[in-house]
């Protein structure tokens, strides 16, 4: 994996905000072969009845199988973004989960709904709301333009990763009250890194064109992989470059080092800072 740096700004504009825009990260040729790996598993999906009114009728989700297409299983270890998920959480990282996901065109006239507002990772379910830790961060990359309001993107509560409480939302509201809600302004390549405690969720795509992403989730290697993920494929071990190798579970102990980005991380001088068992006096 090529190195590219985290800046001093990206990386206090990402503990700030809970999230980080990357323009540009895929270029145009990139793009087309995700488009084109991507819209063969959606083929079924794509070629349904056209139903404006039923929201649900007109979202993909698609998670198993992904990284069996070389432009999916190239993007497991992508240098502009990876690098930064990298030097954000450390090396001791695997690839968590992945999502394909489309969504057609909704009746723009149709009722708001309330939206599924979460964290990600489920750890307040079992810890709470205070101080939870960042454990993940997952990366969106825009496989077409998200360039007006509700066109189908993840819509982020800027800085509520911070927060030690649930949300407070009105009765009937869609949205918290309390936080800016960042619908952001995409283009086809660009990428969102968010971490698992910032507040998010999906909006209804009512434009005239079908909107498709692709997001990898990355975590410590003592979190779980999705179950589609684990165990991880034999033959894409067998082809992996070792930095590949390790994101898609190669190091199936969790006490085995991680290898592959300890060196990467040594080579680049990003290596995390080591947490001692104890302090001799």
Not at 27 to 53: I, M
């Amino acid at each position: 994996m090529d190195f590219k740096k985290l800046s001093s700004d990206q990386r206090e504009a990402f503990h700030r905000d809970g999230f980080l825009v990357v323009p540009g990260a895929l270029d145009h040729h990139f793009v087309e072969r995700l488009v084109e790996a991507g819209d063969e598993f959606a083929a079924p999906f794509l070629g349904k009845f056209e139903v404006l009114d039923k929201p649900w009728y007109n979202d993909l989700d698609f998670r198993p199988r992904l990284l069996q297409k070389k432009a999916f299983l190239d993007l497991v270890s992508y240098a502009p973004t990876v690098s930064l998920v990298v030097q954000l959480l450390s090396e001791n990282i695997h690839l968590h989960s992945t999502a394909l996901t489309y969504k057609r065109p909704e009746n723009p006239s149709f009722k708001a709904f309330r939206r599924g507002w979460h964290r990600d990772l489920r750890l307040p379910r079992d810890l709470g709301h205070v101080n939870v830790p960042m454990a993940g961060i997952k990366i969106c990359y825009c496989l077409s333009n998200f360039d007006v309001a509700d066109s189908g993107m993840t819509i982020l509560a800027r800085g509520s990763h911070r927060r030690d409480e649930p949300l407070v939302m009105s009765k009937d509201g869609i949205d918290p009250e309390d936080f800016e809600v960042c619908d952001l302004n995409l283009k086809a390549g660009d990428a969102v890194l968010f971490q698992n405690g910032i507040f998010h969720t999906a909006t209804p795509n009512r434009t005239d064109r079908v909107a498709k992403r692709i997001i990898y989730g990355y975590a410590y290697r003592w979190l779980k992989q999705e179950i589609y993920l684990d165990p991880p494929d034999a033959q894409l071990l067998r082809q992996a470059d070792p930095v590949t190798r390790q994101l898609i579970g190669g190091y199936r102990d969790i006490d085995t080092r991680p290898w592959a980005l300890l060196e990467w991380t040594k080579k680049h001088d990003v290596r995390s800072t080591p947490v001692p068992w104890y302090i001799e006096i």
